[in-house]
Nanobody, 125 residues
Framework: QVHVVESGGGLVQPGGSLRLSCAASGFTLGFYAIGWFRQAPGKEREGVSC?????????YYTDSVKGRFTISRDNAKNTVYLQMNSLKPEDTAVYYC?????????????????WGQGTQVTVSS
């Protein structure tokens, strides 16, 4: 059974930090790209970050989080992390992780086949 499950969300003050986890099961993490997405109420879902180890590997960050967020993986734990620092109210959203299809690389063309249930991140004073 293939699953990805997010955890680590919560309430944090502006300038604070959170680390989100995406625990993968039913597949070997190293063969797949994993993306982080977020969706705020009334807004479209946007890609936040992505990591892959196939075809030379690579990472992606949307411009609004560059320098503040870091994506990483622990292959022994089959888990991908999103370290979020210097959080802003604009970062408030439900965050999802998802598995890329067909051993793809992080790009705007990559499709995702399995999605987690989401974890809420709220940045507020």
């Amino acid at each position: 059974q293939v699953h990805v499950v997010e955890s680590g969300g919560g309430l944090v003050q502006p300038g604070g930090s959170l680390r989100l986890s995406c625990a993968a099961s039913g597949f070997t993490l190293g063969f797949y790209a994993i993306g982080w997405f977020r969706q705020a109420p009334g807004k479209e879902r946007e890609g936040v970050s992505c990591t892959s180890s196939t075809y030379g590997g690579g990472t992606y960050y949307t411009d609004s989080v560059k320098g503040r967020f870091t994506i990483s993986r622990d292959n022994a734990k089959n888990t991908v992390y999103l370290q979020m620092n210097s959080l802003k109210p604009e970062d408030t959203a439900v965050y999802y992780c998802a598995r890329g299809r067909d051993s793809g690389v992080c790009s705007g063309r990559l499709e995702y086949d399995y999605w987690g249930q989401g974890t809420q991140v709220t940045v507020s004073s």
